[in-house]
């Protein structure tokens, strides 16, 4: 009894450590093949060669070994990354170059004072901004004889803000059907930095072929003195292209773009990534051009003609004396206007002309008295 009693207690060590061994055995494998962490207390012991190390390596092995979580998240952070930066040479790598501040204020804004009259002859090309710009975006231009290939007569526009087409001739009534637009409207550019551009840099950014389309009036009125924040072309097909413009042109004259106008513009550009940036386009002078201006759409002359303008009300005759030769538009008092110094007359026979006051982001009609 006494030899048994003895014996027993040794065979339930061996067993219990035969048990150890090859549990733990076990559960390295179990480890690995699941890729649970291995508990701190067991370091060394998982089954996996080279494993006996410090407990911050074995906490580092499975982690590396688990393919199926680990290795696929990593993968297209490397390889998505330089795709999502733009190539050099788009609008939107320059939009990520572009300052976001928030406007200025409107303080000291007089059109003519701090971006200088209207249409200056910048290039010294001998013809005025607003010609040059007719001549560069109209099609069939038919230029004014002895104006050294200057002055556009007539042509055609397609409008690129609503793709319309317009017939252009030359004339108080009929000149506003087509207007010069600063894509970075001048007041928008004084919020935006150009209070600290020189005179004469903020002249050439009135002026830059770089900042000017040819457009349909409508559209030109309806923007004002909107960003692509508050204003888009309605031609949806255009739109990338315009951004690209107000972004090359702010980014030439060193100004910045809100956070909202930066939003709207980096929006419209995920569409046409590689959008370039803009280019002013070539303007050279058409003494060829010279022709008959098309008798369809002919401005008034001085010789008056019978008008739809004429059939209005009789104005006042001491008011209407005035204008009556010169055949000139019904006008709305107050309403936009181009080109400043057009003159108008109201359908009780005022006197009105197109003039910019200090503030304002367009010209009006204002009264001529």
């Known amino acids: 009894m006494t030899r048994r009693f003895r014996l027993r207690p040794a065979i339930w060590v061996g067993v219990a450590v035969f048990a150890l061994v090859a549990g733990i055995g076990v559960a390295g494998e179990w480890d690995e093949i699941s890729g649970a962490a291995e508990p701190a207390a067991t370091p060394g012991t998982t089954g996996v060669p080279g494993a006996a190390t410090s407990g911050a390596t074995a906490e580092s092995e499975p982690a590396a070994s688990t393919t199926s979580s680990v290795t696929p998240t990593a993968l297209p952070t490397a390889t998505t990354a330089p795709s999502a930066a733009p190539a050099d040479g788009t609008?939107?790598?320059l939009l990520e170059t572009l300052p976001v501040k928030g406007r200025a204020p409107k303080t000291g804004y007089d059109r003519d004072v701090v971006f200088g009259a209207a249409w200056k002859d910048v290039d010294r090309n001998g013809c005025d901004t607003r010609n040059d710009i007719l001549r560069r975006d109209l099609t069939h231009v038919v230029i004014k004889a002895n104006t050294q290939g200057c002055v556009a007569l007539a042509g055609s526009l397609t409008s690129p803000y609503t793709g319309e087409k317009i017939s252009f001739v030359r004339g108080v009534g009929t000149s506003t059907k087509?207007?010069?637009?600063?894509?970075?409207?001048?007041?928008?550019?004084?919020?935006?930095?150009?209070?600290?551009?020189?005179?004469?840099?903020?002249?050439?950014?009135?002026?830059d072929p770089l900042n000017l389309l040819a457009v349909d009036g409508r559209s030109n009125a309806q923007k004002g003195a909107g960003n692509a924040a508050t204003w888009l072309p309605a031609n949806k097909g255009y739109r990338c292209e315009y951004v690209a413009r107000q972004i090359t042109v702010k980014a030439k004259y060193g100004l910045w773009v809100t956070s909202a106008e930066r939003v709207a513009m980096a929006r419209i550009l995920s569409t046409c990534a590689d959008q370039p940036a803009a280019t002013a386009g070539t303007i050279t002078l058409m003494p060829n051009a010279v022709g008959p201006v098309p008798s369809a759409?002919?401005?008034?002359?001085?010789t008056p003609s019978k008008t739809p303008a004429e059939k209005k009300p009789t104005p006042s005759p001491t008011k209407s004396s005035a204008h009556k030769e010169t055949a000139l538009p019904v006008v709305h008092p107050g309403a936009f206007c181009t080109p400043e110094g057009a003159r108008g007359v109201t359908v009780k026979g005022t006197a009105m002309r197109c003039t910019l006051k200090g503030g304002d982001s367009r010209a009006r009609w204002r009264s001529a008295g």
């Open 91 to 93: 609008a939107l790598a």
């Open 297 to 302: 759409t002919k401005a008034p002359s001085s």
């Open 178 to 207: 087509v207007q010069i637009d600063h894509v970075v409207a001048l007041m928008d550019a004084w919020q935006s930095g150009a209070q600290k551009l020189t005179q004469t840099r903020r002249e050439q950014l009135a002026n």
